[in-house]
């Protein structure tokens, strides 16, 4: 990283090689490679949090997304615990929100990201883990474990005394001591307006496509759906062929999954590549 580095020369003494790995005179290239087959693998953009204004995501300090908690529960963690923003103190009352950027018609993204609910179970117990003392409470709209094992998992966050409470969060405000105060739909009990007090609110970001790689087929033209997804030539049959023949995609760059379904559409996506060029080298 050249804008960081101090040019000591320590990467470079540290790991010497013939030719050398670490080149400071590099610059960019672009490189132009004829290919038989391209599968397109270019993952997901996380939902940017500041776009939901009534949560103060970069305003409030104690209002974090999931991806700075899963840095602080890290092995790795700065200073190996979990500390607020605002104080350095360890929070004791932790608030997730789910579905932020998912299933919202505002923000263009009325599709479930599938992952959120997981994550945030995941990382709740691995909290309770860390800050035995703390209370943990996940707002949701519909808790959405359909993999395997995922509603045992679901089951045993709850036997674990995090509390689930079903409902949409209407905003956050902040008190003087950084404090958060989280206002809420609460649905099983008549829908009506709460207030509840938190510490530290965690909002559970979705995923957003990368809209830019359908513009990167210049002669033919990369069908994607209303979101901005890959579209898949026949979702049940074949579901990493894309609409250009030679291209196929795996992964998130179909849509919202997790890892292991991402695993698997890599594995379709390789096979399916290797049969096609079988097929096209046969023929010549």
Avoid at 60 to 69: E, K
Avoid at 110 to 115: E, F, K, L
Avoid at 157 to 162: H, L, S, T, V, Y
Wanted: hydrophobic share 40%; with cysteine; proline share 5%.
């Amino acid at each position: 990283d050249l804008d960081h580095c101090i040019y000591c020369g320590q990467c470079e003494r540290a790991c010497p090689t013939e030719p050398p790995s670490i080149d400071f005179t590099q610059v960019p290239k672009i490189h132009h490679l004829k290919v038989g087959a391209i599968i397109v693998a270019t993952g997901f953009h996380l939902f940017d949090a500041r776009l939901k204004e009534n949560y103060h995501f970069g305003e409030y300090p104690n209002v974090i997304h999931a991806m700075h908690m899963d840095r602080l529960l890290a092995p790795t963690r700065p200073y190996h615990a979990i500390l607020r923003p605002s104080d350095g103190k360890e929070p004791n009352n932790i608030a997730y929100i789910l579905c932020v950027g998912s299933r919202d018609k505002t923000v263009n993204n009325p599709n479930c990201s599938q992952i959120c609910c997981m994550y945030s179970i995941k990382q709740a117990q691995l909290i309770m883990g860390a800050l035995p003392l703390a209370d943990v409470t996940i707002y949701y709209i519909d808790i959405r474990a359909f993999g395997k094992a995922f509603e045992e998992f679901y089951q045993q966050a709850k036997d674990m005394g995090i509390m689930f409470v079903k409902g949409r969060v209407a905003k956050i405000e902040q008190k003087e001591n950084g404090d958060l105060i989280v206002w809420y739909e609460d649905i099983e009990n008549g829908g009506k307006l709460c207030k509840a007090e938190h510490d530290l609110v965690v909002l559970s970001v979705g995923l957003l496509p990368d809209k830019e790689i359908a513009n990167v087929f210049k002669d033919q033209k990369l069908e994607v759906d209303d979101v901005g997804w890959i579209k898949s030539a026949d979702e049940n049959a074949n579901p990493v062929e894309t609409s250009i023949r030679g291209v196929f995609a795996a992964g998130t760059a179909l849509g919202p999954k997790d890892i292991p379904d991402s695993v698997i559409e890599g594995g379709a996506a390789a096979m399916q590549c290797a049969a096609y060029l079988s097929e096209v080298r046969g023929r010549h």
